[in-house]
């Protein structure tokens, strides 16, 4: 029987958990023409809220196009150029016939380099020869406000894992003319989203930089306890397979509600029950849950300096006063300044997070695992 469970995926239809709010604001800031910061962790739900909300939004409103585009494997300015045009196009143009004609009346400066698959509009290869005048980017850039303002249309530009974009070499002028130009568009809007949050903060946060206020920042919460125990307890059920109210709080409670965990245990618990779920089933999906992420859980520790790992140790055991004499040399942590700097440190890998002046993990799982061989 197939496992009513789904993780590593977007998660769609049957698999997509509520978050009522969320989308209400994604569909309502974004169709008024506010843009959107989204962040959260990796692996909380963003890309799946964005595209549940969209695919609403379009639904509901005819003149609204969406278009996606992932910065995480753009490589460099000239490629986010060509990207951003061709799924602007896509989004935007119903066959051939019209991208070429969109092509033809709004990227005259850029001399675009348009291939298509043999079926029509099943895909096509956009490439640019972009000039370094400003210009050209300008065109590009401009080209979804030009093609709303024609057809009488408002776009949604969803920009993923956003703060990629910042590890290009030429990023300082790419961001100055995205924002210079974004600015002045009515019928536009942009929903940039990313899970590296000490990057986003940096790019969206500091008032010396051009996305400064940019749009609204909105940190995605975690989805509510009580909307993953229905969650849990229905699909069981609709596989003929049974679990407590127990084993469901047990799930959501081990991986804190983390969505990408609470799905990838509950598959796990799912896996090893036969009929009703028991300890030994739980323990068994536990324990596998943590031997096939424990590679990445190690090439973590190994990167990890002696201080660092104890600095984990400290905060995995509950210790409050991290800079006090006692708890300095209970695990030889070095100096004040030093925790300071590898605080900051696995703040910034995104491994520890500072919420409410403590200290806790990001990531559920590795706690547990962490505890057990540290």
């Not at 079926?119 to 005048?133: C, H, K, T, V």
């Not at 397979?241 to 509600?257: G, L, N, P, R």
């Not at 190690?298 to 140790?313: G, H, K, P, T, V």
Request: overall charge neutral; charged content about 25%; aromatic content about 12%.
């Amino acid at each position: 029987m197939k496992n009513p469970f789904q993780y590593g995926k977007i998660a769609e239809k049957e698999h997509f958990i509520d978050r009522d709010k969320d989308r209400s604001f994604l569909k309502s800031a974004l169709f008024s023409g506010t843009n959107v910061i989204l962040v959260s962790p990796r692996r909380w739900g963003k890309s799946s809220l964005v595209k549940q909300a969209m695919a609403e939004l379009e639904a509901q409103e005819s003149n609204v196009r969406v278009c996606f585009i992932d910065a995480y494997t753009i490589t460099s300015s000239a490629e986010f150029y060509s990207v951003f045009a061709r799924e602007v196009l896509r989004a935007t143009s119903s066959h051939v016939e019209s991208v070429l004609q969109t092509i033809g009346k709004f990227l005259k400066s850029v001399a675009p380099k348009v291939s298509f698959s043999p079926e029509p509009m099943s895909d096509f290869s956009l490439s640019f020869s972009i000039a370094d005048n400003g210009q050209d980017e300008t065109e590009v850039l401009q080209l979804p406000e030009r093609i709303a303002q024609d057809k009488g249309l408002q776009i949604i530009v969803c920009i993923d894992e956003f703060q990629s974009l910042s590890k290009l070499s030429d990023y300082s002028r790419l961001e100055s003319r995205m924002r210079s130009v974004w600015q002045h568009q009515q019928s536009v809007s942009y929903c940039l989203y990313g899970s590296q949050r000490h990057m986003m903060a940096q790019i969206f946060d500091s008032s010396e930089k051009p996305f400064y206020r940019f749009g609204q920042i909105y940190h995605l919460p975690k989805i509510d306890h009580q909307d993953w125990m229905r969650y849990i307890t229905d699909r069981f059920a609709l596989t003929g397979k049974t679990i407590s109210t127990h084993f469901a709080d047990k799930i959501i409670t081990t991986v804190e509600c983390h969505s990408w965990y609470v799905q990838q245990l509950a598959a796990a618990v799912w896996n090893f029950t036969d009929e009703q779920v028991t300890d030994d089933a739980f323990q068994q999906a536990l324990e596998w849950c943590m031997d096939v992420n424990s590679e990445a859980y190690m090439r973590l520790c190994d990167n990890l300096s002696e201080q660092q790992i104890e600095l984990l140790r400290a905060v995995a055991r509950g210790e409050q006063q991290l800079s006090s004499t006692q708890v300095l040399r209970r695990y030889r942590m070095g100096t004040s300044a030093s925790v300071t700097k590898n605080k900051r440190v696995l703040i910034n890998m995104d491994v520890l997070a500072l919420g409410n002046r403590q200290l806790t993990f990001l990531d559920p799982i590795f706690k547990i695992w962490f505890t057990s061989h540290f």
